[in-house]
Every structure is written in C-alpha cells, then in structure tokens.
C-alpha cells in the first residue's frame, strides 16, 4: 500500500477527534534544530466543515482489538486498515511541517495488539521527530487506554500535550457501548499525567535542564448526543477534570452516527447547536470565572438554544444588574452580556484616563446591542435600554439566532441548525422562573 | 487660513520620523505631514523633508521611552497600512504621546489612539494570516519558496517568525503585490525589491507532497458538518489563490473506495 492510501485511511480514522489546537507551549529556537511552538497556537487551514487544521491528524494505526461501538474503528466494522511505520509518518510530518502545512503532529493509535505496543509504534514515531530530526514542534498525542504507566512516563517527556478521551460521558455510557474499558482505566492514565506535570514543575525548580513532562498541558473528549446524558451532567464532568485533574481543556464532538448499535441514535443530524452551547459554557467556565452551579441546575438541566448561555444567565439574574462600567471589576465586567475578554481588558485600561461615558462603550469593543440591557456608566442607563425580561429574551435571542426573525419563510433556516419557532412571552417567563 | 504649513516625508518611515522631528522645530507646528502621492490641499503650504537618519533615531528612541513599546509597534504597524493620510494620522498620535506619555495606549477612547490602533490592528490581522496560510514549496536547488499577494507589505513582520522556525533552511517569501522579496540563506535575512521573482523549478518531491496535503485536507473534513461559510469566515477566499489545498486538484480516493 502507498503512502497516500494509508494517509488517506489513517486520517479518515483520525478525524471525529474534536482536538486540534497547538496552544499552550512556547519553545523558542535552538541554533541548527528545525521548529518551534508559539503559545497560543497556529491554525494552519480550515476544512470544508470549518474546523481548524493545526496538526497533522492521523492514527498511527487503524488496526484495534476493542470494539467501542461509537467508533469507526472498532473491530466489527468493515473499514479498510491500515497502519503507517514510525519512518513514514516521522518523514510525513518533517516534509509537510517545513512547507508550513502544519505545527506538528496530532497522533493516535486504534489498539494494535496490546495497549503498549500500539504506544510503543507511536513513541517510536516520536523519537524519530525528537531525537533523529530534532523536531521542535508541537507534538500531542493521545494514551492509549489500558497501557502502562512507564508507556505514559516515556510518550510524556516526548510531546507536548497529551490526553485520554473519556469518550461518554457517563459510566453506563461506558458500559454499555465499550466494554473493554472502564472509568478505571480511563482515569488512571489521565491521574498519572497529571501527577506527571506537578512533579516536572517540582523538578524543574530545582535542576534547569530536565526534559518537561507534558508542558502543554492535558486534554480529554466527550462525545455529545451519542447517550442521554444532559448538558448539566457533561458539564459538572468537564468541570471537575479541570478542578481534580488539572486539564488544559475538554473538547466536545458532536455524535456523528458511525455505529449500528440497537441503542445509539441513526441518521440524526449531528447536536451541533448543542456542542456550540457547550463549548460557549466551557469557554464561560475557563475565562469568565464562571461555575457550572450558575448556568445549569436542577431545574435547568439542559443549556438555552435560543441564548447563549451568558445571556440565559443573566437573565436569570437581573439582582446582578446593572454593572455600573466606571467602577465594576474585572469579573463582574466579564459577567455582562456583550463584554468579553478583550473590551473588559480595554475599560479597565480606558477609565484610568477618564470617566466612560454610554458613546465609549462601543469604540471600546463593547457588543452595545447586548450590554445595553445590563450596564450604567456613571450612574446612567444606556439609551434605548429596556427593562421587561420578556422583550430582552426575544430580542438577545434574534441577536443570537438572526435566523429567528426571518422564521417566516421556510426557506430561509439556516442550514447547520434546524429553526424551533421562537418561544412565547409565556414559555419565556415560565423558562425564566424555572417552570419548564 | 492661507499660512497653515505642511511636511512632506519621502514614504519611508525614517522619512516620516524625521518630518516629526522637523515639526517640533516649527512654530506654529505643521497641521499635517504627507508623502508625495497624498491628496494636497488648497491654501496649504508644503515643505520637503529630507530623511536624515540621526533625527529619524532621535524621534524613535523618544516614542519607546516615553510612551512605550506598544505605541511605537502601534505607529509602525499602522504605517504598514499604505493609508493616503498615514503621515498626519501617526504625526497627530505621536504629539498626543508626548503630551500624555505612559498614557497614550490607555486613552482608548480618543480618536487619535483609535484611528491608528485600527490601521495597526489591519495590518497586524494580515500578518498573522500569513503566518498560517503561507505555503512553501521546494525547489531544485534546496530554497524554499512562497509567494503571496497581501493587501499590506508585512513581510517585515512575518519574517522573523518563518527564520525561527526553518532555523537552518533557506528560503524566500515573494510579496507579488508589492514586488518585495524576504530572502534567507539558513544564516540572516535580507529584505530586497525584486520586480519580478521568477518561480524556481519545484521538485518531484515537491509535487507528491502538495498532493498528499490536498488528499488529508479532504479527508479530515467531516461530511455530515460540511460548512463553507463557516470556512471563509476563518480563512478568507483572497489567500486561497496561494494555497495548495485550494488550488491542487483532488486525486482519485482509491483507498476509501470513493
Ligand atoms: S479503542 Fe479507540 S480506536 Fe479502538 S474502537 Fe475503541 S475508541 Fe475506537
């Protein structure tokens, strides 16, 4: 088999993996060494759905003994197989990274054999990039569940990140769909790399020059819409393995139905809006200093379609409102619908020379249609600010699903999420007080 | 108002620090300072500068210290912008500078600090679109090669990263659009006009590459999320022309059966 039929079938086994990014490691250059990292990451290209290509993504090997049945790869599903040498893929990897096509290289492996020797043809791989080359890219790669933890210490001091997919997010999901693994050997992996990455920070306080243990940190998957899990269910996970286990980030892929499984769902359209929200949560919970407790409860379990989860937040929360511009902290700036990251870092900076004034707002960044409902500078309301709950949810939800105010005409829904009617003011303030 | 005076910098940014040094030399101070292909204005009057790199320095080092390195990155990105009205633009931000110092970067509300962010953040959006979307090929005497055709001439300023990177390869990036070449022989790189750069010949190796980029670019894409609006918004059609994944055509997918 030629090189491009087995790229061909390895990134075909490669792709449903939501992970991509090259953020988070920053290598400097070394005088006659190829490469380097920048932190906060490099997409190289978009695919035709418009994700991100950072790295080369591709299975070392599509061969695997399990039979997860989510998976392509799985044991009894008639795909062809393939598997690259750890020459092929390491020369890949230099040819396509010296024409800036890539960062580095995204691998994983179906489980060839044992757990262990499908980590030993990736880290062979590795070592060919690292050592013969002196490759200073990024390099992630995944550890394979079930393999051992000298395997995780050795691929650790290799690469940059790495991660374990949980896959579902839930231990009957697990069970019922991939029986060879268990939470166990899920979270035994991802322990040891985080206990990995304290001792290395130990470490390297103390002898300079000791290769880093997964310096870019360590990320997982969920699968979303494959089990019936709930968002408030995936999101106290997510939160959790960024508390307990450190992790850099937890990606979310959509279910794309792969499997014949009597349970699993079959010719659904992929929960993308889903995956959105969840993703909009996650960011909420990494940089706004957000809790999952404050976006979904008991009572809400499921995330808003028709909001993005801040805006469903605070209107929830109108005791929170209005932030006066020219006194509020960061975080409580970060709370405002329509300020993000980067106009909150530009008030802070602004109101040192002067007061703001409601005409500022917007040539500092500021979503003005959003904010306008939840802001004071100065002690005054911006103009055309309303206060009925029941307007402000129609309207920050046009603002969110242009689709919505054109739902007329059949024609024009969008074609990546399908259009429910725009809810009324009495599901509105039902949602509102926690009714529905 | 038939005595306000002007300055005219030759179009390079030397030229243009000078004609900020020469303005403080003035009394009154010029209104405005313009390069040759500006738009002049009646009942202005003009006066060449000519650049004179001591006092181009002098302005330089003033603009670091005082207001800081952000504002004179700020200044040279948004020259970077080929506005008509660079000169005045910069020249009104640089005299607010040396007014308000330390807080020229935070006065984010005054129409001087806004309008030259903007020309800067432009250019600075181009520069690290390049950094993704550049593409190099390699040629049958080892250089790597690239051509691209930006709005803005940032080959200044993706240099350094590609040098970085390629470490020891030689290589040279080619602004078609602005008949500039960034060359680099493994050691230190160069900037050079160049009117015409003609395409060195790729090698076999080359060609089989830009195939094997084309069949994984097609591949990853998942085809139940197919989304080309989504793609343009996060690369813009005006760099496809230069990219392989967009220009090489598919081969056949023997291998998926397809
Ligand atoms: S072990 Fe991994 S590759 Fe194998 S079937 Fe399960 S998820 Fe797929």
Redesign the pocket.
Known sequence: MDIMQKLEILTD?AKYDAACTSSGSDRSPVAGKLGGTCAPGICHSFSADGRCISLLKV?QS?V?????Q??????SNDVPRASFTPRELADLTIGMYRRNYIEGLFL????SGTPDHAMEEMIRTIRILREEYGFRGYIHAKA??GCSPEAVELLGRLVDRMSV?I?LPSEQGLKTF?P??TKQNILAPMRHIRDGITQSKEELAVYRHVPKFVPAGQSTQMIVGATPDTDRQILRLTEGLYKQYGLKRVFFSAYIPVGTHALLPKNTPPPLLREHRLYQTDWLLRFYGFSVDEIVDEEHPSLDPFLDPKCAWALRHPEYFPVEINRADKETLLHVPGIGVKSALRILRARRVGALRPEDLKKLGVVVKRAKFFVTCNGRRLPDAIDDPVIVYRHLAELSRPELKKAASPMEQLTLFPTPNLPTGEDVMACLTGQL | MSDRTALMFDGSFDGLLTAIFEAYTQRPMPAEIIEPDSQQHLGMVYRNVRTDAAKAARVRRGIRTQMGGEAYDNAWKAFLSQHPERGTFIYRYVRLGFQIKQQLVRSLTDERVITVNKLASLVAREASHLLQFVRLGETETGVYYSEITPTYPVLPLIMPHFVHRLNTQAFVIYDKTHKQAGLYNGRQWVLTDADNAQPPAYTAEERQYRQLWKTFYDTVAITERINPKLRQQFMPKKYWRNMVEMTETPTAHPALGE
Not at chain 1, 64 to 68: A, P, S
Not at chain 1, 70 to 75: I, L, Q, S, T
Not at chain 1, 108 to 111: E, I, Q, Y
């Open positions: 086994s299975l599509n695997c003994m399990y039979d997860c989510y998976c392509v790869n799985r044991r994983s492996s179906g489980v394979i569940p997919n896959e991939a060879a693994k």
